[in-house]
T-cell receptor, first 111, second 113 residues
Framework: GESVGLHLPTLSVQEGDNSIINCAYSNSASDYFIWYKQESGKGPQFIIDIRSNMDKRQGQRVTVLLNKTVKHLSLQIAATQPGDSAVYFCAEMNTGNQFYFGTGTSLTVIP | KAGVTQTPRYLIKTRGQQVTLSCSPISGHRSVSWYQQTPGQGLQFLFEYFSETQRNKGNFPGRFSGRQFSNSRSEMNVSTLELGDSALYLC????????????FGEGSWLTVV
């Protein structure tokens, strides 16, 4: 039969708008989280990280929010630009010092 | 500071052959981990090496192996290649102690025909 590939959630935003990408993580013991950006044909690129003793961290045009109660992570990108078009992954590190990656969200910025 | 370097970037192999991929970590980084990325399975952890010792291992068959050298450079090998091994193989490095960000290379694209 036909094999079904991984269907990435997609998000399309207008250039200049803010983007919010969400991620649900699985392990309540995970205490370190990273967001990566992966452009077509390239390896994942570090964007921002957050440890479990924080609930918000800001970088340049990006903010990560962590809600440990519902095991939810979000990445907010302010004033989204065409260069932000990529697949975004969240990664969680558990007590075993190993990263587990989400399936990713494909962001398309419409000029 | 140079980033993580992977070679080769692209390669095509035939079923049954074996392949070796190489990774040079960021200078000073002692941990190297390998991931397989496919459209069907996303990013899957293969193994992690620290100071020449395998510290963590993912759920892959024994055909997948790796090693790390004293200069922290790492290689991974896949023997008896199958069509399903076609993927992007990513190497990532980190300082290795504590909870640290891992930094990825550009990957090696393997196509098995």
């Amino acid at each position: 039969g036909e094999s079904v590939g991984l269907h990435l959630p997609t998000l399309s935003v207008q250039e200049g708008d803010n983007s919010i990408i969400n991620c649900a993580y699985s392990n309540s013991a995970s205490d370190y989280f990273i967001w990566y950006k992966q452009e077509s044909g390239k390896g994942p690129q570090f964007i921002i990280d957050i440890r479990s003793n924080m609930d918000k961290r800001q970088g340049q045009r990006v903010t990560v929010l962590l809600n440990k109660t519902v095991k939810h992570l979000s990445l907010q990108i302010a004033a989204t630009q065409p260069g932000d078009s990529a697949v975004y992954f969240c990664a969680e590190m558990n007590t075993g010092n190993q990263f587990y990656f989400g399936t990713g969200t494909s962001l398309t910025v419409i000029p | 500071k140079a980033g993580v370097t992977q070679t080769p970037r692209y390669l095509i192999k035939t079923r049954g052959q074996q392949v070796t991929l190489s990774c040079s970590p960021i200078s000073g980084h002692r941990s190297v981990s390998w991931y397989q990325q496919t459209p069907g399975q996303g990013l899957q952890f293969l193994f992690e090496y620290f100071s020449e010792t395998q510290r963590n291992k993912g759920n892959f068959p024994g055909r997948f192996s790796g090693r790390q050298f004293s200069n922290s450079r790492s290689e991974m090998n896949v023997s008896t290649l199958e069509l399903g091994d076609s993927a992007l193989y990513l190497c990532a490095s980190s300082p290795g102690r504590g909870r640290n960000t891992i930094y990825f290379g550009e990957g090696s694209w393997l196509t098995v025909v």
